[in-house]
């Protein structure tokens, strides 16, 4: 069965510090995707990234970065620098995609402050 | 840009009594989703359509939750009768098409069952 632990419940930093919010993830396949969604307070989840099970290569948008680890079953997101606008909760999901159904699972997600 | 509408934003109902969501997904995404998110909770998946059939709906309690999207376009989820559990953040996401692409979700239904 799948399952992804985001075991910071609660982060807060300073404006202009990095942070790093933690992914494990658990599945039986060889083949899936993990994700990262941004939830600000008006609710909605904002899609940050997909990452299929093959491609390890770490990724870099802007200030956001991603580090994928097959070997720890790790897919950790980093922010570089962070500004107040990226306060909201974080949320890494996984899906194993048999055939069409894309079951995506969720973490229980890490809340990021960012102070000013 | 284009986006899942939901509908209604807020919605207070008495338990026992009857409450609907609709959503309207991004046009021409075939997949639409409908998720509970319990406050403090990542969202879990309810059902799942792929035009107008189900794909999956093992995580729906189907003796009191009901989906439908009937022309493969529009969708309604419905609560008969709604319980205290029951309230909750509703999520709509819609995406393209088969197979395992990002999921774009509206703003939500927040429920309150009192």
């Known amino acids: 069965a799948q399952k992804v632990t985001q075991a910071q419940t609660e982060i807060s930093v300073v404006e202009k510090e990095d942070v790093t919010l933690d992914c494990v993830y658990e599945?039986?396949?060889?083949?899936?995707?993990l994700f990262w969604y941004k939830q600000p307070p008006s609710g909605e989840l904002v899609f940050l990234i997909r990452r299929n099970s093959f491609d390890e290569q770490n990724e870099i948008s802007g200030r956001y970065s991603w580090n994928f680890q097959k070997s720890t079953s790790s897919f950790n997101f980093t922010i570089t620098a962070s500004q107040v606008v990226d306060s909201a909760v974080y949320f890494c999901a996984l899906s194993e995609a048999p055939g069409n159904n894309n079951d995506m699972r969720f973490g229980a997600g890490t809340r990021l402050t960012v102070k000013p | 840009e284009a986006e899942v509408a939901q509908s209604p934003r807020y919605k207070i109902t008495e338990k026992s009594q009857a409450v609907a969501f609709w959503c309207d997904p991004i046009s021409g995404h075939a997949t639409l989703y409908w998720y509970r998110q319990i406050l403090g909770q990542g969202p879990e998946l309810l059902v799942q359509f792929q035009d107008e059939s189900v794909v999956d709906d093992s995580q729906l309690p189907k003796d009191r939750f009901s989906a439908e999207r009937l022309k493969g376009v529009d969708s309604t989820l419905k609560i008969q009768p709604a319980e205290l559990g029951d309230s909750a953040m509703y999520l709509c996401?819609?995406?393209?098409?088969?197979?395992?692409?990002?999921?774009?979700f509206g703003q939500g239904t927040r429920l309150t069952v009192v």
């Open positions: 996401a819609s995406s393209p098409g088969t197979g395992v692409t990002e999921a774009f």
């Open positions: 599945t039986r396949d060889t083949t899936y995707y």
